[in-house]
């Protein structure tokens, strides 16, 4: 997938060989950072050119948010989203704009996050959190965060999109699709990072040669999952793979494929449960190292739940924790753990940088530099400060600034559900847990598909929550209140005075 833009020029790093273009600077273990480094000083758009590929970065907050604009540009698949593609094919994630699986795949699964949906939801996260918490009160020592976050977010998408236990707190190995998905995963990852090498057709054949089982694997287990769930009844319509059995198109009758089914489940399962696991991993940590930010969870924990460190949330409870959902949109800031989208123009037009952009043309959205635009989020835009995302701060901000669930119609559709169970994840923890972070810990992010706090442990202790007065006005949020701050970017919503748009549950 080529990126000329018409020998159009941008700022680049410095440093610039023949051959080799800017490859050498690069960090192939960890490149959106090394990315962001090599950033510095460059303008809101700039250039990498990697042997005879070209990649052309967006980092700052207005250009972002004209590439938002839909009637100008849509979606394009990255050379990382194409290598993914041959694991996950045609997935609401990884198909082409004109695919008519896309669309056909997106219209019969909204039924599957409204709120009705999320209250069938809510029992199950409940149920695979318990299990975590039983696993660390037997456990003695730190616990790693991110590892067991993922955990707990595979789980609760398995069990909620094709009502499959994989039994990660009860093996003492992991289910055999883990390794296969993570093992097909990093190599359709390390095909995207050779694409721009030479002779990377060579490479990308013996790296699909040695990960041929684990794809067969994971395609058998599912095929299986979707053929015995055919030959039963028929009318189980409760999880996602349900809905995609059994819902035709309300106006075409439509159906998906058994493919396309296996395609969509893979999808929901890699992009469903890192991207909240990292979400819930870089809250804990900026909790954790912040006393007076972690009292005013305590605090709100406390307040909505009681005295009982076993309370369990209901439904309605988990739009009330305010402050830790912008916790959570804080954290998703700094490091939105789906750090980029690619953009290309629906016809040739001119951005406001002056570049021509034509329809083959794309350009890669650095969401963690435009998170940090201080022309948006003021010159303390590097540091953590949930009480940005108070209404009273957050009305006037630019539209499409803060975009981490993606932009426009192929926005995560998911969002709603993470969002849920993220917050339902942190009440329960922060109200039965003391935490206790190693002081000598410096952040440290892997990136694999997604953005991942690595080495991040924390010590647990049961703690006793505080006799608090209920709830108060503030805490009594209306179904808008769980709406994804981002989604007041999305078009065709009405912000309501919660800075969240009327609508969005569907």
Excluded at 91 to 106: C, I, K, Q, R
Excluded at 176 to 183: R, T
Aim: glycine residues 8%.
């Amino acid at each position: 997938m080529r990126n000329d833009w018409s020998g159009q020029r941008f700022p680049h790093p410095s440093g610039r060989r023949p051959i080799a273009g800017d490859a050498l600077g690069a960090d192939p273990a960890a490149p959106l950072q090394s990315t962001m480094q090599r950033a510095a000083g460059l303008g809101p758009i700039f250039e990498l050119k990697i042997f005879d590929q070209r990649f052309v970065f967006v980092s700052g907050a207005e250009l972002a948010a004209e590439l938002a604009d839909e009637s100008r540009f849509e979606k394009a698949l990255s050379p990382a989203l194409v290598a993914l593609r041959e694991f996950a094919g045609e997935g609401l994630f990884t198909a082409y704009n004109d695919e008519t699986s896309w669309s056909l795949a997106h219209d019969l699964l909204r039924p599957a996050f409204t709120k009705d949906a999320m209250r069938r939801y809510h029992p199950i996260m409940l149920a695979a959190a318990q299990e975590l918490f039983d696993v660390w009160d037997a456990h003695e020592g730190p616990v790693d965060v991110s590892a067991d976050m993922t955990r707990l977010t595979m789980e609760t998408i398995s069990r909620t999109a094709f009502s499959t236990d994989f039994g990660s707190f009860s093996r003492t190995e992991p289910h055999p699709f883990i390794p296969a998905m993570i093992a097909a995963l990093k190599a359709g990852q390390r095909k995207g990072t050779l694409a721009s090498m030479p002779g990377a057709g060579l490479m990308a054949r013996r790296i699909d040669k040695r990960n041929a089982h684990h794809q067969a694997y994971v395609d058998r287990l599912l095929d299986d999952i979707i053929a015995a769930r055919r030959a039963g009844s028929g009318d189980d319509d409760r999880d996602l793979l349900g809905i995609m059995l059994n819902t035709p198109h309300p106006e075409t009758g439509a159906r998906l494929d058994d493919v396309n089914i296996r395609h969509q489940i893979l999808t929901f399962l890699v992009a469903g449960h890192e991207t909240t696991s990292g979400a819930l991993s870089f809250a804990l940590y900026y909790l954790a190292r912040d006393p007076a930010l972690l009292a005013r969870a305590h605090e709100e924990v406390d307040r909505i739940l009681g005295t009982d460190p076993d309370a369990e949330p209901v439904f309605e409870q988990v739009a009330k924790f305010r402050f830790l959902r912008r916790v959570l949109d804080e954290g998703l800031r700094l490091w939105p753990t789906a750090p980029a989208f690619t953009r290309s123009p629906r016809e040739t037009t001119t951005l406001g940088s002056g570049h021509v952009m034509r329809p083959e043309d794309w350009a890669i959205v650095v969401l963690p530099m435009v998170h940090r635009d201080p022309a948006v989020w003021g010159d303390d835009a590097d540091e953590f400060d949930p009480d940005r995302f108070l209404p009273e701060r957050s009305r006037g901000r630019a539209a499409h600034t803060y975009k981490p669930f993606g932009t426009g119609e192929r926005s995560c559709i998911g969002r709603q559900f993470a969002l849920h169970e993220a917050i339902l994840v942190l009440a329960r923890l922060l109200h039965r847990y003391e935490l206790t972070p190693d002081p000598a810990y410096e952040l440290r992010i892997a990136e694999r598909l997604t953005l991942m706090p690595v080495g991040f442990e924390l010590g647990l202790a049961r703690r006793t929550p505080a006799e608090l007065p209920g709830t108060t006005p503030e805490d009594q949020a209306g179904p808008s209140d769980t709406c994804p701050a981002s989604s007041i970017d999305q078009p065709g919503l009405k912000a309501t005075s919660h800075g969240c748009p009327s609508g969005s549950e569907k």
